[in-house]
């Protein structure tokens, strides 16, 4: 019998990429939104309203797993992810599922080791960081004093999947014109994840979890690449070559005192001049092959060359 799966912000780019993993993996996939609509053929519409303990116990009444695609606009990071979070977290006491949950390099803080692992100490500096760290505390007590299991799968920026990231709104936001933006200098290093991929490596992580600790954190290696690999390989899915102009930062700091976005933004530009690569020893030792899908391949599907595909 097929295994349920609950996705959490479903409707969301990186709820979307996930639900459909699991779908090809055989799960029986319920997506939940606040309002209940359809969002992938498929798939079981829920409508769960995270801010309701009660409705998320229900929602979650049944399931294998549950995937936390919760992820609110950073200028509700401080008022909306920890009450998620802990609503969540108190919902899933006794149900036996199992928590997954993306995670990502904010919790390192500034400077940033240019090595990335698992037991790379976490020492955040950003205020975003700091929530992200108390949300794995979070998921690590109640691992701890509840047995509720988490896996936090840890990736780089996200691309390809849908809109929303730094791919479309920075480097290929004005591709149009023939140009591609960069946000930092083009021969630095930079995590990223193919969102296919990793949602596809979500979908192994149940069958592998009985070998982990109840609380994990593995590491989602992704691409990591320079910015003129990412030029490069825009160039090549589009067939002609690009202009570069720098993201002009000057300009969002002079917003910031009536744009609370850009200041969120701004507090996490350090991203974008230190090196960082994410490095796992663990995780194809569980999973086998990593979805992996080759960067140019990955980059002409995100801007759309070639219809979105979940990763095998």
């Not at 108190?90 to 904010?106: E, I, T």
């Not at 300009?251 to 490095?279: G, Q």
Request: charged share 20%.
């Amino acid at each position: 019998m097929a295994q349920t799966v609950l996705i959490l912000g479903a409707a969301g780019r990186v709820g979307l990429a996930t639900a459909q993993a699991f779908l090809d993996a055989g799960f029986r996939v319920k997506a939940a939104t606040r309002n209940g609509r359809a969002v992938m053929s498929g798939t079981e519409p829920v409508a769960v309203d995270a801010m309701d303990t009660a409705q998320l116990r229900t929602a979650i009444a049944g399931v294998d797993v549950v995937f936390n695609g919760l992820n609110p606009p950073y200028t509700e990071w401080k008022s909306a992810a920890m009450p998620m979070a802990r609503n969540v977290m108190h919902a899933m006491r006794g149900s036996g599922a199992l928590h997954l949950f993306p995670g990502n390099v904010y919790s390192f803080g500034s400077p940033m080791p240019n090595v990335l692992r698992e037991e790379t100490p976490q020492r955040p500096t950003a205020n975003k960081g700091k929530i992200r760290v108390e949300m794995e505390e979070l998921f690590a007590r109640e691992a701890r004093e509840h047995g509720t299991r988490t896996i936090i799968l840890r990736a780089g920026d996200f691309f390809g999947g849908g809109p929303g990231s730094w791919f479309d709104l920075a480097l290929t936001s004005r591709i149009k014109s023939g140009v591609f933006v960069a946000p930092a200098a083009m021969n630095l290093p930079h995590a990223w994840a193919y969102l296919p991929d990793l949602a596809a490596t979500f979908a192994k992580l149940p069958a592998i979890s009985s070998q982990l600790a109840p609380f994990e954190t593995l590491h989602f290696p992704g691409h990591t690449v320079t910015l003129t690999d990412m030029k490069s390989g825009i160039e090549k899915a589009l067939g002609r070559p690009l202009k570069t102009s720098t993201l002009p930062w000057w300009a969002l700091r002079l917003t910031t005192p009536f744009s609370a976005m850009n200041r969120e933004i701004l507090e996490m530009r350090y991203l974008w001049d230190e090196e960082h690569r994410l490095v796992s020893d663990k995780l194809q030792q569980l999973v086998g092959p990593v979805p992996h899908t080759p960067l140019n391949e990955a980059i002409a599907r995100a801007i759309g060359q070639t219809p979105f595909q979940a990763a095998a």
